[in-house]
């Protein structure tokens, strides 16, 4: 069975320090993965997706970027931090054309 | 565009109750799909149940069902004998029937279910 996993589940940081949020899925191959944030009391915003290794389809320009160096690795990363950058991001996944399954979820608290 | 609308930000329900979450959409795609995602307080999305718009038989998954109608664009869900560990927000989400299919949410349902 696919599953997913998503690291670390909480994370402070310091305004301008730099951020690696990682995603592996198992148990399939060529995902769509996706990231999406959601703000407190908010709901979801998809900041990026992937069709493919190498493929990055960026939703909003913002402060963050996103990779996939591996068929199921997505990694979200930024060089500096804002304290906008708060926030609840997970990581998603899904066989192309069905349902789409979330990861756990990782606290980014930015001080 | 896509958009999904939950009017109602807060509800609430007795243990055993029934209790119907709203939700409509607007979309002029003809091939798609519609979902429940239930967030906890854990945080984690969990899917409830699922619409594939091209059926006219209504979703039902165990206590959950839905009240979908097509015309209308309205996608709601019914939560039979409900039960504690039902509290959590519920978003109501909406994709395109391609292979890309990213999903477009509502701004969610805090629903609590009380003793």
């Known amino acids: 069975s696919q599953t997913i996993h998503q690291w670390p589940a909480t994370l402070v940081q310091p305004v301008g320090s730099p951020l690696s949020l990682e995603c592996t899925v198992e148990?399939?191959?060529?995902?769509?993965l996706y990231w999406y944030r959601q703000a407190a009391g908010r709901g979801l915003q998809l900041l990026f997706y992937?069709?493919?290794?190498?493929?990055i389809s960026s939703e909003v320009p913002q402060n963050l970027s996103a990779s996939r160096p591996q068929d199921r690795q997505f990694i979200l990363s930024s060089k500096k931090l804002l304290l906008s950058d708060s926030g609840f991001y997970l990581c998603?996944?899904?066989?192309?054309?069905?349902?789409?399954?979330f990861g756990e979820g990782s606290w980014l608290t930015v001080v | 565009a896509q958009t999904v609308t939950q009017s109602q930000p807060e509800m609430s329900v007795q243990e055993a109750e029934t209790v119907t979450l709203s939700c409509t959409y607007d979309?002029?795609?003809?091939?798609?799909?519609l979902f429940w995602y239930k967030q906890p307080p854990s945080r984690q999305m969990i899917l409830v149940i699922r619409?594939?718009?091209?059926?006219?038989q209504n979703a039902t998954e165990n206590r959950f069902s839905v009240n979908f109608q097509k015309a209308a664009k309205s996608f709601s869900l019914k939560i039979s004998d409900s039960q504690l560990g039902d509290t959590a927000m519920y978003f109501c989400?909406?994709?395109?029937?391609?292979?890309?299919?990213?999903?477009?949410f509502g701004r969610g349902t805090q629903l609590t279910v009380w003793p």
């Open positions: 989400a909406f994709r395109r029937g391609s292979t890309l299919g990213r999903l477009y």
């Open positions: 992937s069709v493919g290794i190498g493929q």
């Open positions: 998603a996944w899904n066989e192309p054309g069905n349902t789409i399954y």
């Open positions: 619409q594939e718009a091209y059926k006219q």
């Open positions: 979309t002029s795609e003809s091939n798609y799909y």
């Open positions: 148990g399939t191959s060529n995902p769509n």
